[in-house]
Nanobody, 121 residues
Framework: QVAMDEFGGGLAQPGGSLRLSCQAS????????MTWYRQAPGKERELVAS???????EYSDSVKGRFIISRDDTQRTGYLQMTDLNSEDTAVYYC???????????????WGQGKQVTVSS
C-alpha cells in the first residue's frame, strides 16, 4: 500500500515563487518517473514537468525556464520549484509517481491529493 502526501502551494503574487513537494510512503516499493500535472478551472489537465529515475527532466513550454523539478529518492519525494509565477499558473497541481518493485517492474501509478496554487496580486 502506497500513501501519497502533497505539501506546499498556496498564494503567491505575480513574479513570486512557491514550492510543491510530494512524498510516497509505505513499504517494499520504488519510484520510477515522477510527474507533476495541473488543472485550472474549466481546462484540461496539463503535464507540467517530469523526471525519470536517472534524473532526466522534461517541461511543458509554458513553464520551461521558470519551474524546476527534482527528486530525493532517499525520501521518495519529488519537488516542483516554481518561480516567476503568473496568473496562468493558477491551478490545482497533482503529483503522479510510477510505483515499481525494487527490481523495476511497474506496479501502478500513485497520485497526490492535489494542491491549490493561486497567483494573484
Amino acid at each position: 500500500q502506497v500513501a501519497m502526501d502533497e505539501f506546499g502551494g498556496g498564494l503567491a503574487q505575480p513574479g513570486g515563487s512557491l514550492r510543491l513537494s510530494c512524498q510516497a510512503s509505505g513499504s517494499a516499493f520504488s519510484v520510477a518517473d515522477m510527474t507533476w500535472y495541473r488543472q485550472a478551472p474549466g481546462k484540461e489537465r496539463e503535464l507540467v514537468a517530469s523526471i525519470t529515475k536517472d534524473g532526466t527532466t522534461e517541461y511543458s513550454d509554458s513553464v520551461k525556464g521558470r519551474f524546476i523539478i527534482s527528486r530525493d529518492d532517499t525520501q521518495r519525494t519529488g519537488y516542483l520549484q516554481m518561480t516567476d509565477l503568473n496568473s496562468e499558473d493558477t491551478a490545482v497541481y497533482y503529483c503522479d509517481f510510477q510505483i515499481t518493485t525494487y527490481g523495476g517492474r511497474y506496479l501502478h501509478d500513485a497520485w497526490g491529493q492535489g494542491k491549490q496554487v493561486t497567483v494573484s496580486s
